[in-house]
């Protein structure tokens, strides 16, 4: 899963969920929809959210989203990368041990200093040499990129316990 969010408030300073894409295991979409904020957008970041007015213009409500996006994830297994971003603006919890949090791993981590959190984009380009998130961010690619990473570290991880 991967959010994009804009900014609402003065000078778009709080962070407003805007869209949420899921893919499963294949990195095929299953889920992808545009949200409208409840509150007036201030700044749609689209250098980095990818994010146009037209985009939340017919956009669902929060509410339906996020409900949606419960039901899908119910007894799942909820892979992303630094989801609790996701989550805090989903304004949702998921179950400790069913989350897959590659910011996390700590192989993934070596790459960014150890004790630093690796960007998706430099464990794209580090671990799978993809270049992603050149300008714009799209949700889709950052969950199918997250997924391909996820699969990596399952595979470290066997090899290591063999």
């Known amino acids: 899963m991967d959010c994009e969010m804009v900014g609402t408030g003065h000078r778009g300073s709080k962070s407003a969920l805007a869209r949420v894409s899921i893919v499963n295991q294949f990195g095929k979409c299953v889920y992808d929809k545009f949200v409208k904020p409840k509150e007036k957008v201030t700044d749609y970041r689209t250098f980095v959210s990818g994010i146009r007015p037209h985009n939340l213009k017919n956009g669902e ?81 950052d969950a199918q990129v997250t997924m391909i990473l996820c699969v990596t570290m399952v595979t470290v991880l066997f090899c290591v316990l063999q």
């Open 61 to 141: 409500s929060f509410q339906s989203v996020q409900q949606e996006v419960a039901d899908i994830l119910k007894g799942r297994i909820l892979v992303g990368h630094a989801l609790q971003n996701d989550m805090k603006a989903l304004q949702m919890t998921h179950p400790k041990n069913m989350i897959r949090d590659t910011s996390y791993f700590p192989p993934f981590k070596s790459l960014a200093g150890g004790n630093n959190t690796p960007s998706l984009k430099k464990l794209a380009a580090g671990v799978l040499h993809l270049q992603i998130q050149k300008g714009e961010h799209c949700s889709i690619q």
